[in-house]
């Protein structure tokens, strides 16, 4: 066996490639998706949705053409593997790997922690596969693009998964009725960015008022300045109060 095919293993070059492709979309189709979920404060985000997707895509290919080897172009199989399901034991790899990355989760105080890692150690077992396979090459390329990935994304993206820190913002509003305010205070959370985990709202007839009480989810701390403009912009406000714990 030369070099080139101890590296390649049963495939061609331009298969290898193709692979490299079909994982590249499964990395676009995961980002994509974890960008969203990041955007609405979401403990999965950007990093756990690529990796997940690229692992899946990995044990796919490895799963479909991993074992090609095993038979000749005739269709006969070589000695000792007639009546084998080399998938078989990949497959329990697949599934007993799963415990084992669910026990570094763990949620404390309401956040889940250790996700990424999960899916890390998910999707290491996926690139043993293919070493074990003789996918050699796309082995390596996976291991590159995961290593890639998690330096860009935790430098320039380090807020897009359950490691940053949000700010909860208790905000109590007392106002007079007769205004609009509801679709006032609406437009003003979406301005902050920021998203409502809990709302209720309660009427005063006699005295002619509403209470707004609200826990709004952002990334940093709503500011005296900004809770200053806004009640400068709405003379119906009465008073307010705005209270954040850190998560």
Known sequence: MNGSAAFLGSLSL????????????????GGAIGIERSRHFKEAGLRTHVIVCVGAALIMVVSKYGFVDLAAAGGEHFAGTRG??????????????SFLGAGVIFKREGLVRGLTTAAGIWITAGIGLAIGAGMIFIALVVTVMICVLQILIYRYFSDTDGAVTFVSNQLHFTVR?????HQALTEQIDRWNGVVQESTYTRNQEEGTTDYDLIVQRRKEITYAEM????AAHEEIISCTNSAARK
């Open 177 to 181: 009725n007769g205004y609009d305010f």
């Open 84 to 97: 084998a399901d080399p998938a078989r034991i990949a497959a329990q790899v697949v599934s007993g790997i």
């Open 14 to 29: 331009g298969q290898n490639l193709d692979f490299c492709l079909r994982i590249f979309i499964a990395l676009l189709c």
């Open 228 to 231: 200053k403009e806004f009640i």
